[in-house]
C-alpha cells in the first residue's frame, strides 16, 4: 500500500511563495511518476504540474508555466511544488498523486493516477 502525505501549504500574500512536500511510503518512489493537482471551492480539480520517474520530464497546466516548478528527489522519496508568484486564483486544495508505470510519463490525466494524498490548503490573498 502506498502512502502519500503532503505538507506545506498555508496562507500568503499574493507575490509570495510556498513550497509543497509529498511525502511517500509504501513501495519504491522511483517506480512512479508524480503528479500536483488542486481544487478551489465549487471547481473541479485541475491538473497542475507532474514529473516522470526519472525526474528529467515534466509537464505543467499552462496556468502555472513559469511560476510553479515540480520536482522529486528520489533518495527522500520525496516530491515537491515550488510555487512562485501566487495569485489569488491559485487558492486551493492541493494534492499529490502517485502513477505506478512503466514508461512513467508524467501524465495530466487525472485517472491514470493510482494514489492520492488527502490534500493541503493553499490560500492566496490580494
Known amino acids: 500500500q502506498v502512502q502519500l502525505v503532503e505538507s506545506g501549504g498555508g496562507m500568503v500574500q499574493a507575490g509570495g511563495s510556498l513550497r509543497l512536500s509529498c511525502a511517500v511510503s509504501?513501495?519504491?518512489?522511483?517506480?512512479?511518476?508524480m503528479g500536483w493537482f488542486r481544487q478551489a471551492p465549487g471547481k473541479e480539480r485541475e491538473f497542475v504540474a507532474a514529473?516522470?520517474?526519472?525526474?528529467?520530464?515534466?509537464n505543467y497546466a499552462d496556468s502555472v508555466k513559469g511560476r510553479f516548478t515540480i520536482s522529486r528527489n528520489n533518495a527522500k522519496n520525496t516530491a515537491y511544488l515550488q510555487m512562485n508568484s501566487l495569485k489569488p486564483e491559485d487558492t486551493a486544495v492541493y494534492y499529490c498523486?502517485?502513477?505506478?508505470?512503466?514508461?512513467?510519463?508524467?501524465?495530466?490525466?487525472?485517472?491514470?493516477?493510482?494514489?492520492w494524498g488527502h490534500g493541503t490548503q493553499v490560500t492566496v490573498s490580494s
Open positions: 498523486a502517485a502513477r505506478f508505470s512503466v514508461t512513467g510519463a508524467a501524465t495530466a490525466t487525472q485517472t491514470r493516477y493510482d494514489y
Open positions: 509504501g513501495r519504491t518512489f522511483s517506480y512512479y511518476a
Open positions: 514529473i516522470n520517474r526519472g525526474g528529467d520530464t515534466t
